[in-house]
């Protein structure tokens, strides 16, 4: 499986972007793919998740409200709309296949049981 991430960018606090992840070699028609982001010098955390095709979803509580998975099966794309972004989104983004969510905890592969996609970076600032 090949994730490509992309959509990062410079925006201002309150603006919005969209992030891309476009996904090739999934041999199985169910899957999951999930949203990670690492600030400098903080954790990498689980941003959000999607189970396809029964569209089940996670959000981590600090984006609830504000960001929203969705996938283009005819695209084989998984997209992150995020809005009234805030500075403490700062951070690069990836994308990951699986995503599995414990409790409410979102967590990427091993990179040797999985995918992950090269980062786009998101900046918020004025």
């Known amino acids: 499986v090949q994730l490509q991430a992309s959509g990062g960018g410079l925006v201002q606090p309150g603006g919005s972007l969209r992030l891309s992840c476009a996904a090739s070699?999934?041999?199985?028609?169910?899957?999951?793919i999930g949203w990670f982001r690492q600030a400098p010098g903080k954790e990498r955390q689980g941003v959000s998740c999607?189970?396809?095709?029964?569209?089940?979803?996670y959000y981590l509580d600090s984006v609830k409200g504000r960001f929203t998975i969705s996938n283009d099966n005819d695209k084989d794309t998984v997209y992150l709309q995020m809005t009234k972004l805030e500075s403490e989104d700062t951070a690069v983004y990836y994308c990951?296949?699986?995503?599995?969510?414990?409790?409410?905890?979102?967590?990427?592969?091993?990179?040797?049981?999985?995918?992950w996609g090269q980062g786009t970076q998101v900046t918020v600032s004025s």
């Open positions: 990951a296949s699986p995503c599995t969510v414990v409790g409410d905890t979102a967590f990427g592969p091993d990179p040797d049981f999985g995918s």
């Open positions: 070699g999934f041999t199985s028609d169910g899957y999951s």
């Open positions: 999607i189970s396809v095709p029964d569209g089940t979803t």
